[in-house]
C-alpha cells in the first residue's frame, strides 16, 4: 500500500511560489508599457495587463493576509515583527486601489498619464516585495529567492 503523498504546503511555500507568479506578472505589465503607446489597442492591452496584476495581487493578500497565511505564521514564529506586518498590510490596502484606479482610467487616461501611474505603481509593488522579503529574512534568516 503507497503512502499519500507528502503535504508540502505551508503559507511560506505558497508564499514562496506565488512570489514567482506575481513578479511575472509584474514583468507582464512591465513590457506592455515599453511598447509605443501609438501601437493599436495599446491601452486596451496595458488594461488587460493591470486586471491580470490585479488578480495576482488579490491572490499575494489572501496569501499572506489570511489567518492561515504568511502574516500569522511570520508573527507566530516572531512576534517582533508586528509593526512590519502592519505596514505591509497597509501596503496592501494602498497598492490595491491604486490598481483598482487605474484599472478604471485606461479607457479614459491619456496614454503618458497611464504610463506614468502604471510605473509608479510597479515601483512600489518592487518596493513592497523587497520589504516582504526583509521581513521573512529576518525572522527566518533566509532569504526567500533572488528572482531577477
Do not use: K
Amino acid at each position: 500500500m503507497a503512502l499519500p503523498p507528502l503535504q508540502t504546503t505551508s503559507p511560506l511555500s505558497n508564499a514562496l511560489r506565488h512570489r514567482a507568479e506575481l513578479l511575472d506578472t509584474m514583468y507582464a505589465l512591465q513590457r506592455v508599457l515599453a511598447v509605443p503607446a501609438t501601437q493599436p489597442d495599446w491601452a486596451t492591452v496595458v488594461g488587460v495587463r493591470l486586471r491580470a496584476l490585479q488578480s495576482a495581487f488579490a491572490e499575494h493578500v489572501q496569501l499572506t493576509e489570511g489567518s492561515d497565511g504568511l502574516y500569522a505564521e511570520l508573527l507566530e514564529h516572531a512576534p517582533r515583527l508586528a509593526y512590519r506586518v502592519g505596514r505591509l498590510v497597509r501596503d496592501h490596502d494602498a497598492l490595491a486601489s491604486n490598481i483598482e484606479a487605474l484599472c478604471s482610467r485606461t479607457g479614459s487616461a491619456a496614454p503618458d498619464e497611464l504610463r506614468g501611474r502604471s510605473a509608479n505603481l510597479l515601483r512600489e509593488l518592487f518596493r513592497h516585495r523587497q520589504r516582504g522579503a526583509d521581513l521573512v529574512y529576518d525572522a527566518y534568516s533566509t532569504d526567500i529567492g533572488g528572482e531577477t
